[in-house]
């Protein structure tokens, strides 16, 4: 069922200025370039930072979109877990009027074999379960690794068939990077897609300091150069069929359209949402924002 979905910010862009100058200063600047929905991913859901969020709702009108959980507490880095703070998760999901959760990545635990996949899948769906009885949706966010194959079918298969309470994330950068056509996959799994990530897949030139590697006789720096000019890039900038795949991820009834980008290559955060918001624009989805 088409959608008109909402364009909005991945916040794992934005982790280090919600460090610096706080949630409600960054999703200001956010505002200003244009982009009224935000994805929390990353960000250590304080008291502090849950308030600030709750104020941008109310004076700059933002919408937050989703709140990323993981399964279990991640070590080393910031965020909330099902499994120990599924309270919490409810509560801040509630007073921000979030009602959409998201996993952003397999366990790394889960990736060792096909049964701690299935182990994974038939957890998150308990979750799930539970979740739906709070008025909220879970869903699963996909990267490339979720495009191996186990008996000729799809890791990110087996999730979907082994968590029907689940819906997905479509990431459609890691879709191509996994080699799967984005608009295909939006076209497969509609219905059960809620959020699609807007992340456009570059392939860049060879710095000039490989061929110094080569003539210095380093190949192995040299093919380590040449296999990294796939990058990440603002929507527009790389090689995705943009115009094509906004169209099918709101035919596949997603309700939020998030941009992101893992690495920027010297540019700044908001050189690189400028950029991507100025391309979306031109191609026609003003009223998306």
Known sequence: MATTAKIGVQAM?????????????????VSAIGYNAVEISQIPMTPENVAELDRSRGELGMDVAALSVAMETPKGRPGD???????????????????????????????????????????????????????????????????AKFDGKFMLDIIAE???????????????????????????????????????????????????????????????????????????????????????AQAAGAAYLLVEQDELYGRTVWEALQISYNNLIALGHSGLF
């Open 81 to 147: 877990s099902l499994q120990d703070h599924f309270d919490k998760i409810v509560d801040d999901a509630q007073s921000l009027d979030a009602k959409l959760l998201r996993i952003g990545m397999l366990p790394f635990g889960a990736m060792t074999s096909i049964g701690a996949v299935i182990d994974f899948a038939k957890q998150a769906n308990e979750y799930a379960e539970r979740l739906k009885d709070q008025g909220l949706n879970l869903y699963y966010h996909n990267h490339h690794i979720e495009f």
């Open 13 to 29: 862009m934005l982790k280090d200025s919600f460090a610096e100058i706080g949630a409600f200063e960054t999703l200001r600047k």
């Open 162 to 248: 082994n968590s029907p309470a689940m819906g997905l994330e479509i990431d459609v950068h890691w879709v191509q990077r996994g080699g799967l056509d984005p608009v295909r996959t939006l076209e497969k799994y509609a219905g059960r897609t809620a959020m699609v990530h807007l992340k456009d897949y570059r392939i860049g030139q060879m710095p000039e300091a490989a061929m110094g590697q080569l003539d210095s006789g380093d190949f192995a720096g040299f093919m380590a150069e040449f296999k990294n000019v796939v990058q990440f890039a603002e929507v527009g900038e790389g090689n995705l069929d943009f115009a094509s795949i906004i169209p099918a």
